[in-house]
């Protein structure tokens, strides 16, 4: 019967939710049912979705709303499945009416027989029941790039995080699988690897850090043009990584590193094994030894007990270190954390106001990199058509998908997955718009 079923996907959250997005679909097809991208067709909807924040939260409800308003048409069952389920489904099972199947991080394999459940008795919570599948995956990317999670869970414990409490310990996937899966992924420009913490691959499972023994592997596979490093924590970042960085060419001299605050007080009260002086002299080396070398990092403004001088501090801290690219978050409280007990917690009008403050600081720093680079050439990898600017639109080496600026340029011609020089024109604070050498 199921086999008849037309599936639907939503999903939300982070690119680490958007490989277990791709590996449900993966179990779908390994069905033989067909999959739609128009939810109004779908006959089972399945909402993957994110808790790590109250708004991740949020928006994964309404998302389940916003299926259940399908319901007049096709659409037959929705699935809920991901962190919110995982971590909350003794409130989210009696509450969430709209939803027909539960489902939590790693229950891929039980999709099938929860829904032939749910089609014969109702509603089932399934969490915990099943497995995380090896049927393969169906790509949600543009061809020419992918995600590869390197591990699941995290064992860093930083007061303000959920995710131990969601994904449970650190688990490094084994080497062989993780080469088997890119080898399979077909020809890419880019392999983007992702996990809660890159840098501790394999730590729990051969004994010590792998990493540079897989990126190795990994950049040894024909099919992939390059490789992107995601969430790369700084007190994991070894000489053996950085030389590697330095070294191989098919490595983008790119790295994430979620350096989260700069100062030390509030660093060890999240955790956070990192000093102001040690991220200035990592920085450092990595720029000496990594010519050219783009950082980007996130930080939160407005946890528990920061004082005026302390995001004062970290907007001096941005100045001096000038980091390609940012992303700033004002400090949730989440329940079931240490930092929820913290005392002088930060009404959330300021914490906005200080989240605004370092995106001015930011913004400056960036766009003066930006004007710097009025009138070279750059290096661009065509992701697709801008159709309402009318023109292509890629990204440079110093850009991830979906997170960094892009570039948009005009070309006779233009492939997606293939790379252009684009001479630029002009630049704001996060884009790049120029022309490839047939059109200036």
Same mark, same amino acid.
């Given at each position: 019967m199921l086999e008849e079923k037309v599936f639907g996907m939503i999903s939300l959250g982070c690119d680490k939710n958007r490989v277990d997005a791709e590996r449900l679909l993966g179990v779908i097809r390994a069905h033989g049912c067909p999959i739609t991208a128009d939810a109004a067709e779908a006959n089972v909807l399945i909402v993957n979705t994110c808790a790590f924040l109250?708004? *991740?939260?949020?928006?994964?409800?309404?998302?389940?709303?916003?299926?259940?308003?399908?319901?007049?048409?096709?659409?037959?069952?929705?699935?809920?499945?991901?962190?919110?389920?995982?971590?909350?489904?003794?409130?989210?099972?009696? *509450?969430?009416?709209?939803?027909?199947?539960?489902? /939590?991080?790693?229950?891929?394999?039980?999709?099938?027989?929860?829904?032939?459940?749910?089609?014969?008795?109702?509603?089932?919570?399934?969490? /915990?029941?099943?497995?995380?599948?090896?049927?393969?995956?169906?790509?949600?990317?543009?061809?020419?790039?992918?995600?590869?999670?390197?591990?699941?869970?995290?064992?860093?414990?930083?007061?303000?995080?959920?995710?131990?409490?969601?994904? /449970?310990?650190?688990?490094?996937?084994?080497?062989?699988?993780?080469?088997?899966?890119?080898?399979?992924?077909?020809?890419?420009?880019?392999?983007?690897?992702?996990?809660?913490?890159?840098?501790?691959?394999?730590?729990?499972?051969?004994?010590?850090?792998?990493?540079?023994?897989?990126?190795?592997?990994?950049?040894?596979?024909?099919?992939?043009?390059?490789?992107?490093?995601?969430?790369?924590?700084?007190?994991?970042?070894?000489?053996?990584?950085?030389?590697?960085?330095?070294?191989?060419?098919?490595?983008?001299?790119?790295?994430?590193?979620?350096?989260?605050?700069?100062?030390?007080?509030?660093?060890?009260?999240?955790?956070?094994? /990192?000093?102001?002086?040690a991220y200035a002299a990592l920085l450092q080396k990595l720029r000496a030894r990594v010519p050219g070398i783009a950082i980007r990092s996130t930080f939160i403004a407005g946890f528990p007990t920061e004082t005026e001088e302390e995001a004062a501090a970290l907007a001096a801290f941005l100045r001096e270190q000038r980091l390609d690219n940012c992303g700033f978050f004002a400090y949730s409280r989440e329940p079931d954390t240490p930092a929820y007990r913290l005392k002088g917690q930060i009404p959330a009008r300021e914490k906005q106001r200080r989240v605004k403050m370092l995106y001015r600081v930011q913004e400056e720093i960036s766009l003066q990199r930006q004007q710097s680079l009025v009138g070279s050439t750059v290096r661009v990898l065509c992701d697709g058509v801008d159709y309402e600017r009318g023109c292509f639109v890629g990204r440079a080496y110093f850009s991830a998908p979906e997170i960094d600026g892009n570039v948009y340029f005009r070309a006779s011609e233009a492939v997606q997955g293939e790379w252009y020089d684009v001479k630029i024109e002009s630049v704001d604070a996060y884009d790049l718009f120029g022309a490839t050498e047939d059109m200036v």
């Amino acid at each position: 019967m199921l086999e008849e079923k037309v599936f639907g996907m939503i999903s939300l959250g982070c690119d680490k939710n958007r490989v277990d997005a791709e590996r449900l679909l993966g179990v779908i097809r390994a069905h033989g049912c067909p999959i739609t991208a128009d939810a109004a067709e779908a006959n089972v909807l399945i909402v993957n979705t994110c808790a790590f924040l109250e708004s *991740a939260r949020k928006e994964a409800i309404d998302a389940a709303l916003d299926c259940d308003a399908l319901r007049g048409g096709k659409l037959e069952k929705i699935v809920v499945t991901g962190c919110l389920p995982q971590k909350f489904i003794g409130e989210l099972f009696p *509450a969430l009416m709209e939803g027909d199947v539960f489902l /939590g991080c790693g229950d891929a394999d039980a999709l099938f027989p929860a829904l032939e459940r749910s089609y014969a008795e109702g509603r089932v919570n399934a969490v /915990g029941q099943g497995r995380e599948a090896d049927a393969g995956r169906v790509l949600t990317t543009p061809l020419h790039y992918a995600y590869l999670k390197i591990a699941d869970g995290c064992s860093n414990h930083c007061t303000y995080c959920l995710i131990p409490k969601i994904r /449970g310990k650190y688990r490094s996937y084994p080497e062989d699988r993780l080469v088997a899966e890119a080898a399979e992924l077909g020809e890419l420009s880019e392999l983007i690897l992702v996990a809660q913490d890159t840098t501790r691959y394999g730590e729990d499972l051969y004994g010590g850090r792998r990493l540079v023994p897989l990126l190795r592997k990994l950049t040894a596979l024909e099919n992939i043009a390059s490789v992107r490093l995601l969430y790369c924590y700084p007190e994991a970042i070894d000489d053996a990584l950085v030389d590697e960085l330095a070294g191989n060419p098919k490595l983008v001299k790119y790295l994430d590193i979620p350096l989260q605050h700069s100062e030390d007080r509030i660093l060890k009260l999240m955790n956070r094994k /990192g000093t102001r002086a040690a991220y200035a002299a990592l920085l450092q080396k990595l720029r000496a030894r990594v010519p050219g070398i783009a950082i980007r990092s996130t930080f939160i403004a407005g946890f528990p007990t920061e004082t005026e001088e302390e995001a004062a501090a970290l907007a001096a801290f941005l100045r001096e270190q000038r980091l390609d690219n940012c992303g700033f978050f004002a400090y949730s409280r989440e329940p079931d954390t240490p930092a929820y007990r913290l005392k002088g917690q930060i009404p959330a009008r300021e914490k906005q106001r200080r989240v605004k403050m370092l995106y001015r600081v930011q913004e400056e720093i960036s766009l003066q990199r930006q004007q710097s680079l009025v009138g070279s050439t750059v290096r661009v990898l065509c992701d697709g058509v801008d159709y309402e600017r009318g023109c292509f639109v890629g990204r440079a080496y110093f850009s991830a998908p979906e997170i960094d600026g892009n570039v948009y340029f005009r070309a006779s011609e233009a492939v997606q997955g293939e790379w252009y020089d684009v001479k630029i024109e002009s630049v704001d604070a996060y884009d790049l718009f120029g022309a490839t050498e047939d059109m200036v």
